[in-house]
């Protein structure tokens, strides 16, 4: 089998003015302050947004000197904390705004909130406004989805080759100018998220979240499954959440329709002053009464974590998604070709892919050369 990667690199390489994480960051600054803002969905004062990612800039060197370490509340901030330190060091005294990735906003805002003691809703609602203006800036009217018309042909026929295509981007480019499926393990434009779906499972429950949104289908794409985080854990989490509740309340569901005990205990649950515990309890009502709702699954990843044969890696930056490489390493794979930018890349793959590492299994081209051959007439 083989199996391809793809990452915001190809998105880079054919809408370089577009989609670079400057361009990006700079977009959703000028984007505040747009006449057709969608001030409906994600900010009443678009304004506000500009202040505060300049405000969570200003921290950014204090971040990098080691001034918010105390602040950090689990392992996973830990390691993004890390990372984020090892990234930026080198750019300290040239630092500008449009040069922190925007997903590491996301890890500014929870310091920042640690430190001025900010809990959820708050840090929530904040957090998922940055998330909602990210995603409007990627999507960029659109344009995003008209890169596969840049393509190349020598480029179609490179991706036409793979058995299977996985991706974290967001856009359907590669299944548009290949007309094959791609796997989207971070999620798509084109699916919505089960909060705003009025089938799902959980907008059955009685306290549905769609009852409170009045969802516009002109910005259908704000309201996908896309993640975006600052970890790979977070990622992790998420992409494994609906499996894991789909698992745990089937177990129970079965238990209810055979066990007149436990049948017994669940009702009771449905009446409790716990809403966490109420929910459950009406969820495995309903789970025992139509054997096939469940939680949507939409991320694929454990396609990309049982694949086998060869994996090529192509615009995917080894700065961040460890939880990517931590199953392509896990994986039965034979062999790894990473298409790499820079030396520095190379040694960091080689950190990330340890067990492929060691037998010798990975195999680096220089992805300047790809381009150059696939824009050869």
């Known amino acids: 089998m083989r199996n391809l990667l793809v990452g915001n690199g190809i998105n880079i390489q054919f809408g370089k003015s577009d989609y670079g994480s400057q361009q990006i960051v700079l977009r959703i600054v000028k984007n505040c302050e747009r006449d057709d803002f969608p001030t409906h969905i994600i900010i009443d004062c678009p304004h506000y947004m500009k202040s505060f990612i300049g405000q969570l800039y200003l921290e950014s060197r204090s971040i990098i000197n080691g001034m918010y370490d105390s602040y950090v509340t689990c392992t996973a901030e830990k390691n993004s904390l890390a990372a984020f330190k090892e990234h930026y060091k080198d750019k300290i005294g040239t630092l500008k705004v449009t040069d922190i990735a925007f997903e590491d906003y996301y890890l500014i805002h929870d310091l920042v909130c640690h430190k ?110 896309a993640i975006t985080t600052h970890c790979g854990e977070y990622k992790e989490f998420q992409i494994h959440q609906a499996t894991l509740a789909n698992q745990s309340v089937e177990k129970m569901a079965e238990a209810y329709r055979t066990d007149p005990k436990i049948k017994e205990e669940i009702d009771s649950w449905t009446t409790s002053s716990n809403s966490l515990t109420a929910n459950l309890g009406l969820a495995i009502q309903i789970k025992a009464q139509n054997p096939y709702i469940k939680f949507s699954e939409d991320y694929h990843f454990d396609k990309l974590e049982n694949m086998d044969g060869c994996i090529e890696i192509l615009g995917l930056s080894p700065w961040n998604d460890f939880h990517i490489f931590e199953a392509v390493d896990n994986a039965n794979i034979e062999k790894c070709i990473y298409y790499y930018n820079s030396e520095k890349a190379c040694s960091r793959i080689c950190q990330l892919l340890p067990r492929l590492n060691s037998h010798n299994r990975i195999e680096f081209k220089n992805v300047k050369l790809l381009w150059e051959e696939m824009n050869e007439k």
């Open 116 to 225: 001025l003691k900010i809990t959820n809703p708050e840090q929530f609602n904040v957090r998922k406004a940055l998330e909602i203006s990210y995603l409007y800036s990627i999507y960029n009217d659109e344009k995003i989805n008209e890169l596969y018309k840049l393509f190349p042909d020598k480029f179609i026929t490179f991706l036409l080759e793979f058995d299977s295509i996985f991706t974290t981007n967001y856009d359907s480019n590669v299944e548009l100018s290949t007309h094959k499926t791609v796997y989207h393990i971070h999620g798509d434009f084109n699916q919505i998220d089960d909060v705003y779906n009025a089938d799902s499972f959980r907008n059955q429950l009685p306290d549905a979240p769609i009852k409170n949104i009045e969802i516009d289908e002109n910005y259908f794409y704000l309201y996908s499954n």
